[in-house]
């Protein structure tokens, strides 16, 4: 499954659909909302994209990874809009038969889903607003 949604994810349903005969191993990456970033107390995040674009991008990812690595099924989710600390904000989940396929697939999703896919992020923090870029703040109140 991928897909882009406003609302939260069920990771357990991410999960049970990935589940069967063959696979040994499941491993996820949870990326949630932190309260701080780069040393700045963080009150809320802001997620936008070009959906369409967005999707097929990570359909792409998923398919790379399909050819590139020993494993059965992926489920990328990210949401967009505004989250609060602590909420999703990103699941990714790779079914293999052993782990160490599924644990380099995941690795290789969540990198290059910051690096390929258009979803953009602004940090709210008690200092002002900022565009995230990759690991860069962006101009402030932009």
């Known amino acids: 499954m991928i897909d ?8 357990e349903d991410a999960v049970s659909k990935m589940k069967d005969e063959d696979v040994g191993a ?3 990456f949870l990326g949630t909302v932190r309260g701080c970033s ?3 107390t963080v009150e809320k995040l ?3 994209t070009y959906k369409d674009v967005a999707l097929e991008r990570m359909n792409e990812l998923k398919n790379t990874a399909m050819q590139r690595f ?9 949401r967009i809009g505004t ?3 602590s909420d999703n904000i990103v699941l990714i989940a ?3 038969e052993h782990r160490k396929d599924a644990f380099a697939a995941c ?3 969540i990198d290059e889903l910051k690096k390929a896919v258009p979803i953009w992020k602004k940090e709210f923090t008690t200092d002002g607003e900022y565009w995230v870029e990759g690991d860069v703040l962006a101009n402030k109140n932009d």
Do not use: N
């Not at 882009?4 to 990771?11: A, M, N, S, T």
């Not at 059965?72 to 989710?77: A, E, L, N, P, Q």
């Open 4 to 11: 882009i949604v406003e609302g939260d994810f069920k990771i």
């Open 94 to 96: 790779v079914s293999a």
């Open 26 to 28: 499941i491993v996820l």
């Open 70 to 78: 020993d494993i059965k099924d992926v489920t990328m989710i990210h």
């Open 107 to 109: 690795e290789f999703l």
């Open 46 to 48: 802001y997620f936008e």
């Open 38 to 40: 780069k040393g700045r």
């Open 83 to 85: 989250l609060g600390i």
